[in-house]
Each structure stands twice: as C-alpha cells, then as structure tokens.
C-alpha cells in the first residue's frame, strides 16, 4: 500500500500546495482524478480485449473443425469473459484512489464486486447454455431430460448468485446466509413453488418416458395436437399442426391424460380404423343374379364357389348375404392393399346396432406414419368402401 498512498498523497500535495485548495478538496479531487484515471484505463483496456484480442481468438477458433468452440462465440462465454476483465481491473485497483479506509472506496467496491458476481453468473448461464445445446445435438440424448437439469443448473447458480450479491451488501458470509435460509425453508418452497412442481413434475414425465422432445402428443382438452418443441421447469411447448402454440403445465401433463404417438411413429406402422354405417333394410340374402354380378369381383368367385358347395352358407355358418359377402370382399381388398402390414391385427368386423344403421368397422395397419400420406390412404379406403356398397346392394345409413 505505500505505493498507492504516496501516489494519492502526491496528487493531492500538487493540488493543495500548488492550486491552493484546502486539504479536504485536495483529497476528494484527488479520489475523484484517480477514479476517472482508473475508468479509462478500464475503458481502454474493454475495448483492446473487444477489438483484437476476441477478433484474434475467433479467428483461431474458426480454423478449427470442432463445433463447440464456435458455441463458445456464439453462446456469448467470450463476450462476458471480456467485460469480466475491465470491472476486475478496476474492483482490484480502486485503493489507489483512497488513502486508508474511506466510505466511497467501501460502497464503490461493494458496486463493482456486486457487477463482478453479476457477469460471473451470466458467464456461468451461458456456459451452461452451451455445454446443453452441444448435448442436444447428439441424438443419444434426445431420449432424456437434459433440458431440464440444465435449467435446475441455472437456477442454483442464480440463487447462490443471489446470495453472494446480498452477501457483499450486509457483509455477512454467504455461508452465513446459507446457513438461514434453512429456518426460511417454507418462504423459499412458497417463492420456487412453481419451479419445484414443474421441475419434479418434468423429471417424472421425462424419466417414465410418458413425453419426449419431438414428440406427437394429443391432448383435446387443451387444445393440443402435435410436436413437443420444449419441456422447462414451468411449460412443455407444442407446435400444433395449424401452426399455433399452446404451453401446459408439465403436472397438468402429469395430473390429465393425453396421447403420446411416439410408439406409432417408431413402429412404422397406423391403424386405419374406418367404420360406415349400412342401412339394415339394404341387407338381405343375394339372388342367383346378385351372386353371378358378385362372383365377377375380383377374388369373390372363389368365395361365392366355395359358399355353394357348402350349402349355400360362408365359412362362420352364416347365409350368403350382401353384407357377408361385402366383408369378405374388404377382408381381401385389405390384404391386397400395397400399404397392408401383416403382422398386425387386421379385420373387417360389424359392431353392435345403432338406431343410425349398422356399424362395419374395416381394421388393419399401414406401412406409412406420415400425416399426409397417411390421410391419403384412409381417404382412398373409404372411397373403396363407398364405391363398392352399391354392387353388393347395400346402403350406407344416411338421414
């Protein structure tokens, strides 16, 4: 220190002896010289690190095929880890201002280092930002919650930020400070409370595998269908498929029931279920004519033979009836159909009567998750379904 007080000591004897101010003003316009001395310096110095030397390591970083150091611009680390330099500079220095103990030099270091805590927990977010977004581009990682424990990170990095900051304000130890919040347990568990559900209540939906990101989700009481875009401590984001953006709760997910397509689209494979509904006054049994105009069907003629030589009765024991013999027509058209998966459940089967006619409900899979296509093909199924009813004299209920 006796560098830095004949400096100041120095500064302020010109000053009184010279310009003939009193003591006290020598001294203050000393403080205040050497102040703006050091803010120059500091000035300077942001903008040498600012102008070449961040220049210089992105020019570097460039040359290089790794992609995380590009995050590291990117991300923001490099540019708090140049403005971390000047405010150190001048948190460090500011005694040379002050001769012994002085209450601008104590609340002007409490200022700085307050700003230094600041940066440092920015520096910190943005690393932590960095070290997430090169975990996500790794498709290993997709399948866990990484998003939201780095948000977990954030947050403990913010709070004990938070305490250091209060720290240098009341000149107590953050440890101090640690050591109360445990008789504040219930204030902090009512302040984080929507972070501590929505937190848990991620990790549970994460770790079960009940959402992922990417996912398909539907969920008609909120409005929600399709793709999860986020899942943070408070929201799981959706794209819908109309483009709009609806957020939910992750312990509403939790608490409520919704549809995950995920199983689907990994598969490879989606149900069709179509059901037309047959007026029940259409269906009857076929006549010689019927029978002869059904057996010109492609792969009926085998069917109709077959039911003759059995007495007139399908394979179940049933008569040969227009609808019968309809559902053994689509039994075979799915089968035939280039999209058809064999190794799934498939059927064409009548469900219980309704006072809207008789339900035929045509059941199988398909070798195409995508929504267009996939629409496609449905559509093409009921038009098949629509086109045939009038050649086996059947009609689709209809007020």
Not at 74 to 93: A, E, Q, W
Not at 271 to 281: L, N, S, Y
Not at 307 to 319: F, I, R, S, T, Y
Request: glycine share 6%.
């Amino acid at each position: 220190m006796n560098f830095e007080i004949s400096l100041v000591e120095n500064v302020a004897g010109f000053l009184q002896n010279s310009v003939g101010l009193s003591a006290w003003w020598a001294g203050f316009l000393d403080s205040i010289l050497v102040v703006a001395v050091l803010f120059l310096i500091a000035t300077v110095l942001d903008y040498a690190v600012k102008k070449w030397i961040v220049p210089l390591l992105h020019f570097l970083v460039n040359k290089t095929e790794n992609k995380w150091d590009d995050m590291l611009f990117d991300g923001h680390v490099v540019k708090y880890l140049s403005h971390i330099v000047p405010v150190y500079f001048v948190y460090r220095t500011l005694p040379l201002a002050f001769i012994g103990e002085s209450l601008w030099l104590h609340w002007l270091q409490k200022i700085f280092l307050m700003v230094l805590i600041s940066l440092v927990i920015c520096l910190v977010n943005a690393a932590l930002n960095v070290v997430e977004n090169i975990i996500e581009g790794r498709s290993t990682s997709k399948e866990r919650p990484y998003q939201l424990i780095f948000q977990v990170f954030k947050v403990i990095v913010f709070i004990i930020g938070l305490i250091c900051i209060i720290s240098v304000l009341v000149n107590r130890s953050p440890a101090v400070l640690l050591t109360g919040l445990g008789a504040s347990a219930a204030i902090v568990s009512l302040v984080f409370k929507d972070t501590i559900v929505g937190f848990v209540s991620g990790v549970q939906l994460s770790a079960n595998g009940m959402i992922q990101k990417g996912d398909w989700i539907s969920m008609p009481s909120m409005n929600v269908d399709g793709h999860v875009l986020e899942i943070t401590l408070h929201t799981v984001k959706v794209l819908n498929f109309d483009k709009s953006i609806v957020t939910i709760p992750p312990n509403t997910l939790l608490n409520s029931t919704f549809l995950n397509w995920r199983k689907m689209q990994k598969s490879g494979h989606r149900r069709i279920c179509w059901t037309v509904k047959i007026d029940v006054k259409s269906i009857h049994v076929c006549s010689s004519d019927e029978l002869k105009k059904i057996a010109a069907l492609p792969d009926m003629a085998e069917v109709v033979a077959a039911a003759k030589k059995n007495g007139g009765k399908m394979p179940d024991g049933g008569v040969m009836s227009n609808l019968a013999l309809f559902r053994e027509f689509m039994l075979r058209y799915i089968q035939h159909h280039p999209y058809f998966t064999s190794h799934e459940n498939f059927m064409v089967r009548q469900m219980p009567p309704t006072e809207f006619g008789l339900p035929v409900q045509i059941y199988f899979f398909v070798k195409e998750v995508r929504w267009e296509p996939f629409e496609n093909i449905q559509s093409g199924v009921a038009d098949h379904v629509y086109a045939s009813l009038p050649v086996f004299g059947l009609v689709a209920f209809q007020r």
